[in-house]
């Protein structure tokens, strides 16, 4: 019997229970950047040496840090459906805590990429980039991050993934982030949608949803006794 396919979104809500500080909580300043001066190609252009610095200090905090009880959670999930994480974090605390499939939509913390040849992207060896480290072309590494003002390559991918979901949950994040966001008018009629956030989100637009206002380490304790009860034992 096919396994029903669970697709889940996730934000920054749930790698701030990790120690992860989130961009929306922090006033527009992230670890006390201004995200227009770290976080933008025009930056890059403007401070290489900048840029390079705050991602080489979030690898490194990066690695002080350790998956929580959602992301166990969601891992924990495969053992009763076909579970897909698409995930705005650029994090690895979804892999760290066992989870088969992550996409991520806005890059990957650990990765870099040539600055000539977007496709040729390597696994950091460490957590410092430095100015001069060259891909094999022989052009300079940035890190591998959709910077705000670039295209989200990930999205048509997402899109199709969200469609095929018999159930969606979002966990951590507030749906304001777009084309993030976008992403949840992909999911068919008639799919069961479950949100998880501390927050009040605005969600009468979208149908078929329970919204649990919890952290996401209380709320998919609660999720993963609602999925198991509706949507297995239920069957």
Not at 19 to 36: A, N, Q
Not at 56 to 81: D, I, S, T
Not at 140 to 155: D, K, N, S
Not at 173 to 180: E, G, H, I
Request: aromatic share 8%; with cysteine; proline share 4%.
């Amino acid at each position: 019997m096919r396994r029903k396919r669970l697709v889940i979104l996730s934000g920054s809500g749930i790698s701030a229970e990790s120690g992860i500080r989130t961009f929306r909580d922090s006033g527009g300043l992230w670890e006390e950047y201004d995200i227009s001066e770290v976080a933008t190609p025009d930056a890059w252009e403007r401070n290489m040496d900048l840029v390079l610095r705050f991602y080489n200090e979030r690898r490194k905090q990066l690695l002080g840090v350790r998956p929580n009880a959602a992301h166990y959670a969601l891992a924990a999930l495969e053992a009763y459906f076909d579970v897909h994480i698409i995930t705005q974090n650029v994090d690895d605390l979804h892999e760290r805590a066992g989870s088969s499939h992550v996409m991520h939509l806005h890059g990957e913390l650990k990765k870099v990429r040539s600055t000539l040849d977007p496709e040729l992207i390597y696994t950091l060896d460490g957590w410092e980039l430095k100015k001069g480290d060259l891909c094999e072309l022989g052009s300079q590494l940035r890190p591998h991050i959709v910077w705000f003002g670039e295209a989200v390559p990930m999205i048509p991918a997402a899109a199709d993934l969200t469609s095929s979901a018999d159930i969606f949950l979002i966990v951590g994040t507030s749906l304001n982030v777009y084309p993030a966001a976008g992403l949840v008018g992909y999911i068919r009629k008639g799919t069961p949608i479950y949100l998880i956030d501390p927050s009040d989100v605005e969600v009468a637009h979208i149908p078929n949803l329970t919204f649990l206002k919890e952290k996401a380490t209380i709320g998919m304790e609660k999720m993963k006794k609602i999925l198991l009860e509706k949507h297995i034992k239920g069957e």
